[in-house]
Nanobody, 115 residues
Framework: QVQLVESGGGLVQPGGSLRLSCAAS????????MSWYRQPPGKEREFLAR???????YYADSVKGRFAISRDNGKNTVWLQMNSLKPADTAVYYC?????????WGQGTQVTVSS
């Protein structure tokens, strides 16, 4: 079974940085694209970034230039490096994959940007 476990969230000041991790298991990680989404309080889940199996990336306009997605197929891990954080970035951040016709989500990790 597919399992995705996010970690690395926490409280950071505006302008600060944070790196989120997603540990994957239950599938051939290196063969599948991975994505990051977030869900601010009271709002719908929002796409942030995707990295395919070859390493090519795609970003939402809202985070392009500030966030960077990366992966290590040997560690079955995908990261989201977040820089120049703003209060509007406060949300629960989720890791996602699409495997055998089904979308799988992690449990999410809370990121709070506040001074």
């Amino acid at each position: 079974q597919v399992q995705l476990v996010e970690s690395g969230g926490g409280l950071v000041q505006p302008g600060g940085s944070l790196r989120l991790s997603c540990a994957a298991s239950g599938f051939t990680f290196s063969s599948y694209a991975m994505s990051w989404y977030r869900q601010p309080p009271g709002k719908e889940r929002e796409f942030l970034a995707r990295i395919n199996s070859s390493g090519s990336t795609y970003y939402a306009d809202s985070v392009k230039g500030r966030f960077a997605i990366s992966r290590d197929n040997g560690k079955n891990t995908v990261w989201l490096q977040m820089n120049s954080l703003k209060p509007a970035d406060t949300a629960v951040y989720y890791c996602r994959t699409y495997f055998n016709g089904a979308i799988s989500w992690g449990q999410g990790t809370q990121v709070t940007v506040s001074s």
